[in-house]
């Protein structure tokens, strides 16, 4: 798919799979084009070139259905801020085919929401709370979920993620998540992919990417060619030295490579996480360019 929004490129040829039951963490800076591709996913925003299927569905031929099976909590809430949280809940129950009473109970008690309260007069974090109560009560297939625990408290995010969430990934439930909160994709996720500039630096399973041993030698002034060879650790260097990545077949030789490139002066191993993957591939794009 491709979207444009005049000469602005928002997202660029993006290809990706994601199989059923699987749990993806879509991952990408401010502006990457993460909130535009579920927009697409969902029908509410057309594609300018390419198309989307969904549950076996193309997104511009059904986008009615689409909705009925999808639930979706985007960045930006848009629930009627006039009516109480018991009169959104009775709205969005006539709305859908399906709709778990039990599961909405358990969640309103879960967080606490008030029945009574008006949306206008809601937090932030209860609006959000609200947000994800209405996605997952109506028994979709699919989650598609922007951003969905910003403005929660750490309390309610654990509540969220181990009491819902998880509950939800282990039913076998497709879930698509993006988040700036790397931890909570490292936690959930089984597949992740990059976004960056509209495009898909990287997509593939989270475990075997961590395992990756990929050599990145940077420097102050210049980058050398990337290497790549199989692992998942990195070579931590003094901040004016370089950097090197290997993985955990690595050995102590390639300490003594390392050292001996002009202008090292400290070498550590630590391991490869998430925010290491995920900051050396963004900064490796954005060096490349």
Aim: with cysteine; hydrophobic share 40%.
């Amino acid at each position: 798919m491709t979207k444009r929004f005049g000469p602005t490129l928002a997202v660029n040829n993006l290809s990706l799979s994601i199989p059923r039951g699987s749990t993806f963490g879509l991952l990408g800076p401010n502006g990457a084009g993460k909130s535009t591709t579920i927009k697409m996913l969902m029908g509410t925003l057309s594609s300018t070139a390419g198309q989307a299927r969904v549950l076996g569905i193309d997104v511009a031929d059904d986008p009615t259905e689409i909705k009925q099976r999808v639930g979706y909590v985007p960045e930006m809430h848009y629930i009627y801020r006039w009516m109480r949280v018991r009169e959104v809940l009775g709205f969005c129950k006539s709305c859908f085919r399906s709709w778990n009473d039990q599961t909405c109970r358990e969640i309103l008690d879960l967080f606490g929401l008030d029945l009574e309260k008006k949306v206008k007069h809601l937090s932030k974090g209860m609006q959000t709370k609200l947000a994800l109560l209405l996605a997952v009560s109506h028994d979709s297939e699919l989650l598609l979920l922007d951003e969905p625990l910003s403005g929660l408290d750490p309390i309610a995010r654990e509540e969220f993620l181990d009491g819902v969430l998880r509950t939800i990934c282990e039913r076998g439930q497709t879930v698509l998540i993006s988040t700036h909160m790397l931890d909570d994709v490292r936690r959930l996720a089984d597949t992740v992919g990059i976004l960056y500039e509209g495009q898909l630096l990287l997509h593939g399973n989270l475990d075997a990417l961590l395992t990756l041993d990929q050599t990145h030698l940077r420097h102050a002034e210049r980058r050398l060619p990337a290497q790549r060879n199989a692992g998942g650790r990195r070579l931590g260097a003094h901040p004016r030295a370089r950097v090197a990545n290997h993985g955990p077949r690595f050995l102590p030789e390639k300490v003594q490579q390392v050292q001996a490139i002009e202008g090292v002066e400290h070498v550590r191993v630590v391991d490869l996480g998430l925010e290491e993957l995920f900051k050396d591939f963004v900064k490796g794009q954005r060096v490349a360019q």
